[in-house]
């Protein structure tokens, strides 16, 4: 049964299995690799040996040896980076996991790079969503708002006439 981690820089991040000693915990990830719960990759084997019972070190261990071996070809979908800086399938679909990038690229500073905009990523749609929300209700909100009306000209010996159309103002 996989679980799947909310994390603050990273999204969800969906773990196949989980293993602690201490304060440390790496989790299998469901696309391939390692990870810690904040969802960063494990960088050294030796992590992995303080952490992780066999079966799953020898599985573990392999899986790092081979890390770098593995042709690009194998892998389901390509990576590419636009002229943007921006990171995409290559079939422009847009890329909404960090197993992806962890899968694709495997560890070192290309990982390390695509990781960092995966998260510039995510607080860039958490505020466009925001900001849209925004927009929505407050769209809703102003047709119901009205102030008090504006009373112009000169005082009158009479009581003073309100102004026909009240005066409506929208916060932006």
């Known amino acids: 049964m996989t679980q799947i981690v909310q994390t603050k820089y990273l999204g969800e991040v969906e773990f196949e299995a989980q293993w602690s000693q201490g304060q440390l915990t790496i989790g299998k990830l469901k ?27 020898n599985e573990a261990i392999e899986y790092f040896e081979n890390l770098n071996k593995m042709p690009v070809e194998e892998l389901k979908r390509r990576i590419i980076i636009n002229p943007d800086g921006s990171y995409t399938f290559d079939d422009g679909g847009a890329i909404d996991r960090a197993e992806d990038l962890i899968g694709y690229f495997g560890s ?62 929208i916060k932006e």
């Open 31 to 57: 696309g391939g690799g390692y990870a810690y719960l904040s969802g960063q990759p494990v960088k050294n084997v030796e992590e992995l040996r303080n952490v992780l019972p066999q079966p799953y070190l």
């Open 108 to 169: 070192g500073d290309a990982l390390e790079q695509a990781l960092r905009w995966f998260a510039r990523e995510l607080v860039r749609r958490e505020e466009v969503q925001r900001l849209a929300e925004t927009t929505k209700a407050g769209g809703l909100a102003v047709k119901g708002k009205a102030t008090k009306p504006k009373v112009t000209g000169q005082p009158a010996s009479g009581p003073a006439a309100a102004a026909t159309e009240p005066e409506v103002s």
